[in-house]
């Protein structure tokens, strides 16, 4: 036992821990306390009244019990009992048991709201203050609903004393995180703002915690704080170290205190008022300042405090993102921290500099630590830190310096945490196809992946270099020659297989001069790896079998052996047998030519954004990707990144219903356009079971066009937000319902949408207003919101009105502009007439101008189509050309329509 | 920028020993006994396994974990990911500093003997995860007032009860 035992020594209770400490096995305990169990229920049971001494014994054995691991099922009712003792410590070890042991037993729960609220009505600063404990330790539902409205009373009533200030503001914050409906905003709120201002250094600090968490709910409500919070950080941060006596932590003035109130800045934007925000930017300064001077102390509390202040700062500046001079100089002091000898430091360093790798300001400065961050990645023992130098590369990366940090990330990933390789490899691969500028860099690079771990590289990494080959032709010769080459490895990854099979299926032939990668040579290479392969990888190299035919007729007679074999044509997966199977009859039935069409060379994968930045969101979770990553994939949207997100399956091949994904497209639609009449009805007969599939819909890079002839659908969607219409129109009057969809857990905040009609469209050729009230400017992540808007069409018109909707993300401003599709036809009116009063109008619109006519190539397969009033459509089927002529009594119509209608076939 | 600020709320506090043995647990979110227990276990084995020399905190599940090893003990806090690692580090230094100046150096055994001591020591200084009172003397003056009442009551206990036993 300890020498010292102050306050109440219950011996008793005492005496059992060390019984319980003399055990020497996990049985001799559970004996022990099943004796002790059975002692003190015989006791409750007693027929003798316990008095509240031996209550409180008891009671505190049982909690001892019952946090050593073991459950307890009883002695609760002895427990309230105590809440309405006289005696501090008896009414204290009560309030312990159950602030521990809660449940949501309603008849206790009753009579322990009870006790409280006689405690808190007490007057007693000592019991009331118990009471609050308890209130803000349990922080239920019911007891919310007793004193949500009790509470802030407590807090700004003029009489209360500090301590008890203090227990009740934090008690409140608890509640409101539990129950924020039953926590009403009133009469009290601005008083609360001002306790801010409090005498009392302790109140300010438990205050502040509940003011942050009101404003971030409330902003407009509590923005009288910023000021008040920049006043109080600015007389402690200019206060000697002595002043604040007890506040002082380690001769660093009130640490926590100041934590807070940055934090509670981080809150709102940059003050508005000059003064404030001049002295926010002089405390700012001072910290910074400090940071350079020698310290006060050696203790690393003095500089855990210090820097605590230091990197709360930081997290302000970056937050305002918009004084350079302060971002910078946050940049220099991290850089002196990369090196220092704490870890602690070097972690959060690398941590703090990830975000401002992401502020145009400061993203140079971040830069020129770049051989720190690699030599930290190299030479950190800790595997946290080493994560965090990987993290901070990849916010860093540009194009600058891309091809040094892919090759610093590559060689890292050879010894590699297995914990943190897949994320590595999705960063690898997410940095290699964004800063690509020779794309045999990046096949070289994704093949080194695969090569190094290539377990950890997940579908969508080799869906997308494929995908990429597949689009860029300068570089298919070079990735065939280069997969070839990694094949040669005896032992390559299967990953490496599932690449290398796609691609000389494709692409073997731009190879297939060299006599070291003859058609026959490449065949064999392929196959020697089949019988080490899983059946998706298998099913793969089936189809690029049945391409070899094509492109090499002299492999046929070789494959077709292969196919024929039972391995193969009796294979006991039916995938399997099946495509030997349809393979071998294509390969033996079908002509040259539909062999030549069947197996045509991929069509470029429509442009989208990344698989691969997808899935690496998804994995992290918003905010992971930084702010830079969201914005360069838009602006480099036109290269590779196209705008919708299909996710990755469908990024990744037009049609892959199956786990043994046909990669070649076979089964699916074959190449649009690519399947003339006369090889139909043998394509039909050899896969009767595959009928042609409708190719996917193209990318909705442009949403607009799609509505020309529709009113309902998505006009727009990303991986944050779906934006979805519905539209009608009657005569010259249309009512549109937009709906905007948060496709993310998170909320978006400043929500804002504006309809603007550029040029000539305004107001006098087209009176658009939105009628409804501007949409809410916060939307729950999950939630849709509705908006209404009227239009009126005065004239005819050509150009869209602009819809331009803007929100925060995860912090991040997102800013978008569509087209809304508005267009003349919605205001037409059908007219029934005969052909003959047809042609007559149509002679009558006589003069040149009023005629417009286009000459296009169909974008999708022809289809006879009838088109009604003034339109006439000259189909030419050879050619698959369209002509398109138009006639309107107005030029500016025609011209307008034929535009629009042009992009309907 | 918008984002959504934690006010340095901490999750949880853990106290360990180097055998693993809990002593002391705090919760500040609600979670089922079944789920403390597995977090518990896990936290424990993965704090123990670390070098001396490693980094304090560590990224675990959604959470950071903050900890530092007095002596037998180590303590051992969870907080958001925003958070702030190093005024949580000193967090755990204050209490420490409140628990030595109460119990005058303060080793595993008056924590295992105390542990309701302890309990009220931290509800003093942490409230609902946050900090409620960050001075010494004040969080000790209230904690000793506490002991006031209770001795001036021990003593009229004592005159009653001398021949009592009280060792059950």
Partial sequence: MPAVSKGDGMRGLAVFISDIRNCKSKEAEIKRINKELANIRS????????????????VCKLLFIFLLGHDIDFGHMEAVNLLSSNKYTEKQIGYLFISVLVNSNSELIRLINNAIKNDLSSRNPTFMCLALHCIANVGSREMAEAFASEIPRILVAGDTMDSVKQSAALCLLRLYKTSPDLVLMGEWTSRVVHLLNDQHMGVVTAAISLITCLSQKNPDEFKTCVSLAVSRLSRIVSSASTDLQDYTYYFVPAPWLSCKLLRLLQCYPPPEDGAVKGRLVEC?????????????????????????ILFEAISLIIHYDSEPNLLVRACNQLGQFLQHRETNL??????????????????????????????ALKT????SVRQRAADLLYAMCDRSNAKQIVAEMLSYLETADYSIREEMVLKVAILAEKYAVDYSWYVDTILNLIRIAGDYVSEEVWYRVIQIVINRDDVQGYAAKTVFEALQAPACHENMVKVGGYILGEFGNLIAGDPRSSPLVQFNLLHSKFHLCSVPTRALLLSAYIKFINLFPETKATIQEVLRCDSQIRNSDVELQQRAVEYLKLSSIASTDVLATVLEEMPPFPERESSILAKLKKKKGPGAVSVTELEDSKREGGELNGGGDRGPDTAAMASTPSPSADLLGIRSAAPVGAAPASAGSLLVDVFSEAGPIAPSAAVNDDGFLRFVCKNNGVLFENQLLQIGIKSEYRQNLGRMYLFYGNKTSVQFASFTTTVSCPGELQSHILSMHLCTKPVEPLVEGGAQIQQVLNIECLTDFSDAPLLNIKFRYGGALQNLTLKLPVTINKFFQPTEMTSSDFFQRWKQLSQPQQEA??????????????????VRQNVTPHSIMYRLTLRCSKDSVSRRLCELLAEQF | MFSLISSFQMQFMLLFSRQGKLRLQKWYVPLSDKEKKKITRELVQTVLARKPKMCSFLEWRDLKIVYKRYASLYFCCAIE???????????IHRYVELLDKYFGSVCELDIIFNFEKAYFILDEFLLGGEAQETSKKNVLKAIEQADLLQESFDEQLHSVLTTVTDTL
């Avoid at chain 1, 700012?284 to 605590?308: F, R, W």
């Avoid at chain 1, 975000?355 to 145009?360: G, I, N």
């Avoid at chain 2, 925003?82 to 949580?88: A, F, G, R, V």
């Fill in chain 1, 43 to 58: 006791k409750f049971k007693g027929d003798k009244a316990l008095d509240g001494y031996s209550k409180k014994k008891y």
């Fill in chain 1, 284 to 308: 700012l300064e001072t910290i910074l300042n400090k940071a350079q001077e020698p310290p006060k102390s050696k203790k690393v509390q003095h500089s855990n405090a210090k820097n605590a």
């Fill in chain 1, 346 to 375: 070097r972690y959060l360093a690398l941590e703090s500099m990830c975000t401002l790798a992401s502020s145009e300001f400061s993203h140079e400065a971040v830069k020129t630590h770049i051989e720190t961050v690699i030599n």
């Fill in chain 1, 380 to 383: 950190e023992r800790d595997v």
């Fill in chain 1, 853 to 870: 006519q286009k000459i296009f190539k169909a974008n999708h397969s022809m289809d006879t189509e009838v088109l009604k009033a003034k």
């Fill in chain 2, 81 to 91: 990911d925003q958070d702030n690692e190093l005024i949580t580090l000193e967090i």
